[in-house]
């Protein structure tokens, strides 16, 4: 069941005829025959969830930056993608960047916005020269005049580091400074770009609000399970044939959407370990397939979904060494803003190459288990509270691959 991808399999999804003939714009055509605060109710109804990697309910943004003095409120589409393994917004942008529009819309109508971005990872030029031709049709067709106000919609484009996807950063950069998370209390929904109320959403996020408002929050949560109602966009890769995004119903087990995505393991091999929500989300052993991907399940085994990224890896790999590599990424992209994660990620890495390497000191195991510690209970913001996920399920998962008791944070 496809409906944040619906339309990815029609090759003139990027055609304002073409795409309102298989029923895109009814969403809005509808909203624009609701209160804003009916919108609202829909989406609250929904359960909708942020697919960006935090899985915050959006109805409850919208309600915080409704709330807060200053407004209208900005809307900011969060496009940059730049997580390891995570490429179906890519899907969305490129094949069907209609419907990430009409859901553009229909959130600023409810929330009343008179300016929104599109804030888009740098690499991305095809979505790019789509989005500015569907976001020209869009005003030829008056799409972008809602009551009152003309809507206005800016592509920005991300500086690209991971961390400018993290939306505090990302208001920083759109506001012209170095990309490095705020402090937070006041959450953006409070006090965001140029001080002003501010809602991010993740483009797959948006991307469901037409299919809500025109089938109804129903519709919605008859998909999916009720913690996580609807469907999830995920991006398929690793040691497999063919990478794939499939979109599958939240809660469908990880050997369902292998299954749906056509994945199956090289000649000769067979999967190992699924690094799961890429580097930050932490690694699960082959035979654990039958997990429900939604948003609770992993979370119950210190795991994250993220942003739906699932990267096989076939019995030629050793955990420890995907573990080492994911170190690798954080101790490369941590922003250096906080002591704790600018220099755990850059230990843990060290103290994993040194590990691998056959070379560790006798206390690098406890080490580890203290800048494990530190990275989780003192980073920032989530790049460094998530940089130890990948290191501490691998050493749950094999630990005839750590020495013994290394990386124990309670040692
Ligand atoms: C280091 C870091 C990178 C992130 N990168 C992205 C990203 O590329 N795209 C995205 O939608 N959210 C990203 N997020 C999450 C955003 O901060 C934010 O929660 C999200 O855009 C909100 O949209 P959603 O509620 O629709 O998921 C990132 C978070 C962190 C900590
Ligand atoms: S946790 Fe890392 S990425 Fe986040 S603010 Fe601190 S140094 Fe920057």
């Not at 304002?16 to 895109?24: C, R």
């Not at 965001?192 to 129903?218: D, K, M, W, Y």
Request: net charge neutral.
């Amino acid at each position: 069941m496809a409906l944040a991808t619906a339309g990815c399999y029609n090759p003139d999804s990027d055609l304002l005829q073409k795409v309102e003939s298989l029923g895109l714009y009814k969403g809005l055509r509808k909203a624009l025959g609701l209160s804003p605060g009916e919108i609202l109710d829909e989406v609250a109804r929904s359960g909708l969830r942020g697919r960006g990697g935090a899985g915050f309910t959006a109805a409850v943004k919208w309600e915080a930056a409704l709330r807060s003095p200053g407004g209208p409120p900005y809307l900011v589409c969060n496009a940059d993608e730049g997580a390891p393994g995570t490429f179906k917004d890519r899907v969305i942008l490129e094949a069907d960047p209609h419907r990430l529009i009409e859901g553009l819309l229909i959130a600023a109508l409810a929330l009343g916005s008179t300016e929104a971005f599109v804030y888009l990872n740098h690499g991305y030029a095809l979505a790019r020269r789509r989005l500015a031709r569907v976001l020209e049709q869009a005003g030829a067709e008056g799409l972008l005049a809602l009551p009152g106000r003309a809507l206005k919609v800016s592509i920005f484009p991300a500086p690209g580091s991971y961390i400018s996807g993290e939306e505090t950063a990302l208001l920083e950069t759109i506001e012209g400074k170095r990309g490095v998370p705020r402090p937070r209390p006041p959450f953006p929904t409070e006090s965001g770009l140029h001080g002003r109320p501010t809602v991010v959403q993740n483009v797959e996020t948006l991307s469901c609000l037409p299919f809500i408002i025109t089938g109804g929050a129903a519709a919605f949560r008859r998909l999916g399970t009720s913690g996580s109602p609807g469907t999830r966009v995920f991006s398929v890769s690793g040691d497999l044939m063919r990478p794939a995004v499939v979109e599958m119903p939240c809660g469908t087990t990880l050997r369902r959407v292998l299954e749906a995505a056509g994945a199956k393991p090289l000649p000769g091999r067979s999967w190992k370990f699924f690094l799961l929500g890429g580097a930050g989300g932490g690694i699960l052993p082959a035979s654990m397939d039958s997990i429900p991907l939604d948003f609770e399940a992993p979370a119950r085994l210190g795991l994250s979904l993220g942003s739906g990224a699932i990267l096989a890896f076939d019995d030629s790999r050793s955990a420890a060494r995907a573990a080492c590599q994911a170190a690798a990424f954080f101790a490369e992209e941590s922003c250096g803003w906080c002591a704790p994660c600018r220099q755990g990620t850059a230990m843990q890495h060290a103290i994993l190459e040194d590990m691998l390497a056959g070379s560790s000191r006798p206390e690098d195991g406890e080490l580890l288990g203290a800048v494990i510690e530190a990275l989780r209970l003192g980073s920032a913001c989530g790049l460094g509270q998530a940089a130890s996920r990948a290191v501490e399920t691998a050493r749950r998962a094999f630990p005839d691959e750590f020495p013994a008791g290394y990386g124990e944070a309670d040692q």
